[in-house]
């Protein structure tokens, strides 16, 4: 069983709203990643963070930004949300080695909806 | 272009007998390819990770298979269950950076009925 947590699970907030995701994990893991999935479509990287203070835009623009200022905590910030922004946000880690090959964790997810 | 393709889109079999899911990739330098069952509304979870050198790996009732040369990988299920209902995401990895850059396919949503 994962150690990963998401809150909140399910948002409905207006347009123009700031909201933020918040993400931690308790497996001590130094690689964090933030990915945005629409129903039925594959999941995209927006963010990730190899560890403290280290922060990299993901494949898929995104208009969020995210901090990495302890281990376990990975918060991903939307400062003006918009419709375009309705979607799945699934938060994720990993342990950090030159093995790519180590289990990545996801959180159960956060539904946002921007109306 | 490095793409993960899978099939078929979405399966629909009856609780108890066996399917068999497919993914086609063309991620290259290939370092590894692992299968996650994402339930509705909830986060992907890990069922099998297979690297290079390794042409099957079995979790429970799941089977994954890898042929490296065809750049092909099945997930086989056995005895399905009605908790079996999900969509299953085969994932590739590259050994292009520290990263471990990671090709989502876009999944095969079975159902299992009673």
């Known amino acids: 069983e994962a150690d990963i947590y998401q809150t909140p699970r399910y948002l409905v907030i207006g347009t123009g709203k700031k909201i933020t995701l918040e993400c931690s994990q308790t497996m001590g893991h130094d690689k964090m990643y933030w990915y945005q999935q629409d129903p039925g479509m594959e999941l995209h990287l927006i963010h990730y963070s190899y560890g403290v203070n280290s922060t990299e835009k993901g494949d898929l623009s995104s208009e969020s930004t995210v901090s990495r200022i302890r281990t376990e905590h990975f918060p991903l910030t939307l400062e003006s949300a918009r419709p375009s922004h309705t979607s799945q946000y699934l938060c994720?880690?990993?342990?950090?080695?030159?093995?790519?090959?180590?289990?990545?964790?996801f959180g159960e997810g956060s539904w946002l909806t921007v109306v | 272009k490095n793409q993960v393709e899978q099939s078929p889109q979405s399966l629909i079999i009856l609780e108890g007998k066996n399917c068999t899911l497919q993914c086609n990739y063309t991620v290259s330098p290939f370092s590894n390819l692992r299968w996650y069952k994402q339930d509705t509304g909830r986060g992907p979870v890990s069922l099998t990770i297979?690297?290079?050198?390794?042409n099957t790996k079995s979790n429970g009732r799941y089977t994954a298979t890898l042929d490296a040369d065809t750049k092909q990988s099945s997930l086989h299920i056995t005895a399905s269950q009605l908790s079996d209902s999900a969509s299953y995401i085969c994932?590739?990895?590259?050994?292009?950076?520290?990263?471990?850059?990671?090709?989502f396919g876009r999944g095969t949503q079975l159902t299992v009925w009673p």
């Open positions: 297979m690297t290079f050198s390794e």
């Open positions: 994932v590739v990895s590259d050994r292009g950076s520290t990263l471990g850059r990671l090709y």
């Open positions: 994720a880690s990993s342990e950090s080695d030159r093995d790519s090959g180590n289990t990545i964790y």
